[in-house]
């Protein structure tokens, strides 16, 4: 047997998302599967001290040699695709449902002379329209519950229905308006078949136009002052609405597709595909292969699509994330198939839902590949060779520190540093610089006063340490006990940039006496450009290069640290400037409401009663303020270039 800790995941690898996970065996066969509402925490558990686990999951977790995941919308559709993976792979350690139980339908029978709505489960019958499978019963039920008071068909069974006959009053359903009681006359069948058309039409997908209907009714009877019946219409809309959350996981039964999403990082792209068949979830794949040129995502499709399906029928609709580069790809699939092939990417409904879970599962694949290569030392250490290589240095830059520029329109102007040792990321060492020195969109000068002050730090220390100790640099300050991060000296400077910004940090260096002493380069976002001080031309490091994948990775982050950083700095300046409006309110209050709530968004959020229970603000100068920033504009912000937009 296996020791689980050979196949653990790491824990930061892990989606905290809802989504269904599969244990497999040394020979590759699935021998359990479960859903979670968090993926996380319900994997760890396995992971945990095996004499906590119950004797059967001891025996699993010992016997399998790896563990998959995928992520969906909801728990809903993570029970229904946990459903569909048992059927299909009859995993040897998931317990079986004893007494042959499904997951329900909703059935109408329409053979009937007055067709009857219920929640059933197992074989289908010849005459009876069917919806579904649902995750749960209860859920299926109380949508019924909510359709019967916009379309009161009858919902009783057999028995019930000529006691009512006979008797000549309704049951209790059709005296709280969820039936229309064609067993005492209240409506002829052709009449009853209409509405019980109605029901089967909205859980087919036609919604649109029975809540346009609903709508219009309800304010007309607004309109004229039959407020009673415009509850009524409100109420069912509502019922309505809830009715129509559908399962993305669960498309009609006659639908046979796949789903294909593209994800990509620069480096490698990551395809995952779901086959649809009979409207559910039989099987999913994935692959992640490394990028040999700088083609869009379309243009990836052709040659990955034709070379699935050689051997294979490729499905009547192909759902896919972008359009295909190419029109005659079509034509090739259907040669493949021998009849037509239809390709969509819909941007709207259930297909797009499910769309989005493909690619958030893709994505997921990405993040879970970066990780690896993050924490497999040959990987950092080949990387770190590369830059060498490329910059011509005498050995691996152990030490790199990346700088990044950061503001809106001039505005709140901050930078970052990052710094990475060993290919890893050392978030103790990172630093954020407020530029104060000048108001504008500079980010040469920027970057200018950036350097400078971290490298005169350096210098600074330098000198302390030959005034204190002769024997060597100090690493722990004498006085407060405190690490001297700013004496290491990087081996490797990277700036967010292109030849401007690496010029300007080149003349830095020069002036500061450091050019001969630590290595310099930008990476241009454009191209992945890797520019050198003083070179007429780029660097170009190939797509699969484990050192351009360090660098990138080292570049993002500190562009993520600066607009971090930005961002709330200039919510707080929003905030401030929202405040400045508001009579009575000093300086030293202002400070405590920023303090406080630290944001305009927050402070939006909060009731008078909110804001009053900070020190120094009474009830009515809560009203004001909260009256004033109410008022005030909100912001955007733009999350591919970190700036913010009054709105």
């Known amino acids: 047997m296996a020791d689980p800790a050979s196949y653990r995941p790491r824990p930061g690898s892990i989606p905290t998302d809802p989504g269904v996970y599969r244990f497999f065996d040394a020979f590759g066969n699935v021998i359990y599967v479960g859903k979670a509402k968090n993926l996380r925490s319900r994997l760890n558990s396995y992971f945990a001290d095996p004499s906590s686990l119950h004797f059967r999951t001891q025996t699993m977790v010992r016997t399998a040699a790896r563990v998959e995941w995928t992520v969906v919308a909801n728990e809903l559709e993570a029970l229904q695709l946990e459903y569909t993976w048992i059927q299909q792979f009859d995993p040897r350690f998931n317990v079986k449902y004893r007494d042959d139980k499904s997951y329900p339908w909703l059935a109408v029978t329409w053979n009937e002379t007055y067709p009857r709505v ?3 489960r197992g074989a289908k019958r010849r005459g009876t329209r069917y ?3 649902f995750g749960q019963a209860w859920a299926i039920r109380e949508t019924v519950d909510a359709l019967l008071r916009v379309f009161p068909m009858r919902s009783c069974t057999d028995g019930v229905f000529k006691r009512a006959k006979a008797s000549g009053r309704p049951c209790l359903l059709g005296d709280i308006g969820k039936c229309s009681a064609p067993c005492v006359g209240r409506v002829g069948s052709e009449e009853h078949r209409e509405i019980a058309d109605g029901f089967c039409r909205f859980m087919a997908g036609e919604s649109d136009r029975i809540v346009q209907e609903l709508e219009r009714e309800m304010f007309e009877a607004s309109a004229d002052l039959n407020f009673e019946r415009a509850a009524v219409l409100r109420d069912q809309l509502a019922g309505l609405a809830k009715a129509r959350e559908r399962n993305t996981v669960v498309l009609p039964e006659t639908t046979r597709a796949d789903v294909v999403g593209f994800a990509d990082d620069g480096q490698q792209v990551a395809v995952q595909i ?6 559910r979830i039989t099987g999913e794949r994935g692959w992640i292969a490394d990028r040999s040129d700088d083609r869009d995502l379309a243009e990836l499709l ?8 050689t051997g294979e029928n490729p499905p009547p609709p192909l759902i896919l994330s972008s359009v295909p580069a190419e029109p005659e790809l079509v034509a090739l699939l259907e040669g493949m198939r021998g009849a037509r092939v239809e390709v969509r990417v819909p941007v709207r409904g259930d297909k797009r839902t499910l769309l989005e879970t493909v690619l958030r599962n893709a994505e997921l694949s990405l993040q879970q590949q970066a990780a690896r290569r993050a924490s497999d030392l040959t990987t950092r250490n080949r990387a770190l060779e590369e830059i060498a290589d490329a910059l011509g240095l005498a050995e691996p830059p152990l030490r790199i520190e990346c700088f990044d520029i ?3 329109q001039g505005t709140e102007v901050v930078g970052s540093m990052v710094v990475f ?4 990321a050392r978030k103790s060492d990172y630093r954020r610089f407020v530029i104060k020195s000048f108001e504008g969109s500079n980010d040469v000068a920027a970057m200018d006063e950036v350097l400078s002050r971290r490298l005169g730090r350096l210098l600074d220390e330098r000198c302390r340490d030959e005034d204190e100790d002769e024997a060597g640099p100090l690493l722990v300050d004498p006085t407060t006990g405190a690490p001297r991060k700013f004496s290491y000296a990087p081996a490797l400077i990277v700036v967010d940039g292109g030849a401007p910004q690496v010029t300007a940090a ?8 450091l050019a001969g002493e630590i290595a ?5 976002k454009r191209l992945e450009e890797v520019w050198l001080p003083g070179e007429e031309y780029p660097v170009i490091l190939p797509r699969a290069s484990e050192g351009l994948y360090l660098l990138q990775r080292v570049r993002d982050e500190a562009h993520r640290f600066a607009i971090t950083h930005h961002r709330g700095r200039r919510s707080k300046a929003m905030l401030s400037s929202a405040l400045d409006a508001v009579p009575g309110l000093g300086e030293m209050r202002r400070k405590a409401l920023i303090s406080q709530f630290g944001s305009l968004k927050k402070l939006r959020g909060a009731t008078p009663e909110e804001i009053a229970a900070v020190p120094g603000i009474g009830p009515k100068l809560a009203a004001a303020v909260h009256e004033a920033v109410s008022g005030t504009g909100g912001e955007a912000i733009n999350l591919a270039t970190g700036e913010v937009t009054p709105t």
Do not use: K, M, N, W
């Not at 779901?274 to 409207?279: C, D, L, S």
């Not at 310099?520 to 241009?524: D, H, S, T, V």
């Open 274 to 279: 779901f086959h649809i068949r009979g409207g």
């Open 118 to 120: 219920f929640v059933g």
């Open 406 to 408: 950061s503001h809106t």
């Open 421 to 424: 040792e060993d290919g890893l």
């Open 302 to 309: 052709e040659p990955f699509l034709l070379q699935l399906y």
């Open 520 to 524: 310099l380069c930008g990476l241009a």
């Open 506 to 513: 080149a003349r830095v260096l020069e002036e500061l006496g």
């Open 131 to 133: 919806f579904g499978p």
